[in-house]
């Protein structure tokens, strides 16, 4: 019958101190027994020897114990005096042990003390081998990346984690990751909000997203204990992503087309402006295309009935210029996509312009679990047109101007991996705020 | 002085209600499949991934707009009650008389071939947090406006 109760064990387990554990017997019916007290005198380093005393009572009669090193989960290590983990004690005393591998878990290390034929021990201490010098690792996805060479793709999740032995009282741990724009924490992309993430550099976990390729990219990890003792591990990172991206950009000229029930439509020619684009995705990995249209401004003047109104299309939250998110995220994610802004022209207007700029962004997702998607760069566009009202029973229009494009026909494409960034959805709905 | 104004006076947007009760159902033609979470959700903004598959013989083509004009979802709480939409999304819905237009994307599917898009629900819907909702999404076939698609229904569990 064990001498100490399983819930005895736990009163001393959260009782007790981590490097000083004590198990004693437990209930007012046991006193009487013979009984075993393992107590740890010096705590066990690495490649050092600590000590337990173990007390058998009563004293004057004591029977042998067998005493037991083991460790049920981790790293850690532990040998007697004679490179055993089995001994025999036949009276209460001393008893060294030696540190071989420094545990990674708190108190998975366990001295327990047996009486001949028992099943369970009689005694039981809970400890840990500390690290003889503070040596962090890095992991990567539960692997240890200490001082290697990872290949990894832009929009990758990287997750790292230092697990440090409580026994460390740290009191500064930092990330340093390199060159801002070269990563990020994360990409938000609600309608109504959008943009990168910031990175949390501070504890012992960070996770982040490379966004630019490169080879030897090095993440160091500094951490500063109470004792102002400090140490360093680093993991170097060669990140591969599209290359060569491009993106085409056509356009017909500006047009008054017919629309449906006798109206109207000002726009640009046939399916309007296109975006083609082209990379080099890294080797084994997928082309993929995440179009994302921010709206810039958008201002249209309504001349109805000798009055001149300036609107823009109604956003969520109201933005001043029209501006936001151009519908969705994401815009589209075919290739080549296309844009027209056409504009409907009802017979009770007299005349209409219309000045819209937009940003046409060009993302591309690894594909992999938790991973996001990373920009490659955009293409600045705008329409413009002014029409005024020929004729009111047919709702015929005359074109005074019109044009619309790339902002830079020659050189369509800016090669950027800035994310966009959004604060109101333009959903062109029939609703527009006007003043 | 600030004024909004709808161009050039559509419908009202319970014509389209109604025009879309009334139309004969199309699981046929066109499905709809809208992924369900597997657990509670607990972002602030859901969005729903919604799966077009051409179920016909033929070639179909469609056009993506915007997600409150392509879609018209049935939200229902644990009672059964129908959620309305919030004054936001009803805004945000009106589509039949667009003055401008926006995105509007052609996709052609070929027979069984299938296309992805997002229905943000918490744009459209004030869902409490938390609750637990039905949703139905169902949308116009492309071509044949008195057919519409219907989705599955699933359950939308959404914790603080």
């Known amino acids: 019958m064990p001498l100490v109760s399983i819930a005895c064990w736990r009163k001393l387990i959260l009782a007790l101190p981590f490097f000083v554990t ?3 017997q437990c209930g007012a019916a046991q006193t009487s027994l013979p009984a075993v007290t393992i107590q740890q005198t010096r705590k066990v380093i690495q490649e050092q020897t600590g000590e337990f005393q173990i007390t058998i009572t009563p004293a004057e009669a004591p029977r042998p114990v067998l005493l037991r090193l083991a460790c049920d989960l981790g790293t850690g290590r532990a040998i007697f005096e004679d490179g055993s983990t089995e001994k025999t004690l036949t009276e209460s005393g001393t008893v060294y042990v030696r540190g071989v591998t420094s545990s990674d878990l708190p108190g998975a290390l366990t001295l327990t003390a047996w009486r001949e034929g028992a099943l369970a021990p009689t005694a039981t201490a809970f400890f840990d081998v500390l690290a003889s010098h503070l040596s962090p690792r890095i992991f990567l996805e539960g692997f240890d990346v200490t001082g ?15 697990t440090l032995h409580p026994g460390f009282q740290a009191q500064n741990q930092q990330w340093s990751i390199g060159v801002a724009g070269d990563y990020t924490g994360g990409f938000v992309h609600t309608p109504l909000h959008g943009g990168p993430q910031p990175v ?32 360093t591990a680093d993991v170097t990172f060669d990140v591969d992503g599209p290359a060569a991206a491009h ?9 008054i087309t017919p629309g449906s029930e006798n109206s109207s439509l000002l726009g640009i020619l046939g399916s309007g402006i296109s975006f083609r684009a082209g990379y080099a995705p890294p080797e084994g990995m ?19 009935n000798g009055i001149r109104l300036h609107c823009v299309p109604k956003s969520q939250p109201v933005a001043g210029v029209g501006a936001g998110l151009d519908t969705d995220f994401p815009y589209d994610t075919h290739n080549p996509t296309f844009d027209n802004p056409r504009i409907a022209l009802p017979s009770d207007v007299d005349a209409y312009s219309r000045v819209f700029h937009a940003r046409m962004f060009l993302l591309w997702r690894p594909g992999l679990s938790n991973s996001i998607a990373v920009p490659l760069g955009f293409v600045d566009w705008s329409f413009s047109g002014e029409v005024v009202r020929k004729d009111v029973s047919a709702n015929s229009w005359i074109l005074k101007s019109g044009q619309g494009g790339a902002n830079n026909p020659a050189d369509p494409f800016t090669r950027s991996h800035s994310y966009p960034l959004w604060n109101s959805l333009v959903p062109y709905t029939e609703v527009l705020t006007c003043n | 002085m600030r004024r909004e104004k709808l161009l050039p006076f559509g419908p009202p947007l319970f014509l389209l209600a109604a025009a879309l009760i009334s139309a004969r159902p199309a699981e046929e033609t066109l499905n709809l499949t809208i992924a369900a979470p597997d657990s509670p959700v607990h972002e602030s903004n859901v969005a729903l991934e919604v799966t077009m598959t051409n179920r016909t013989s033929l070639p179909m083509t469609l056009f993506k707009t915007n997600p409150g004009c392509d879609f018209t979802a049935e939200v229902k709480d644990t009672d059964g009650r129908t959620v309305p939409l919030s004054q936001t999304g009803a805004e945000l819905s009106r589509c039949q ?9 052609l996709v052609t599917l070929k027979p069984g071939e299938s296309t992805e898009e997002s229905y943000p629900i918490d744009l459209y819907y004030s869902l409490p947090r938390a609750g637990t909702f039905t949703v139905q999404l169902t949308r116009e076939v492309p071509a044949q406006p008195k057919l519409v698609a219907r989705s599955n229904e699933i359950v939308l569990n959404l914790a603080r």
Do not use: M
């Open chain 1, 22 to 24: 004590l198990a004693i």
């Open chain 1, 247 to 255: 993106v085409q950009v056509d356009s017909e000229k500006v047009v």
């Open chain 1, 286 to 304: 997928l082309k993929n295309f995440v179009w994302v249209q921010l709206i810039r401004s958008d201002a249209i003047t309504v001349n109805q």
């Open chain 1, 200 to 231: 949390v550099r501070d504890g012992s976990t960070t996770t982040f997203y490379w966004v630019t390729s490169g080879d030897n990219r090095r993440v160091t990890y500094r951490i500063q204990l109470a004792d102002g003792t400090t140490a």
């Open chain 1, 148 to 162: 290697t060479h990872q290949s990894v793709v832009v929009g990758q999740r990287i997750q790292l984690a230092v």
């Open chain 2, 97 to 105: 008389q667009r003055l401008i237009v926006g995105r509007r994307i």
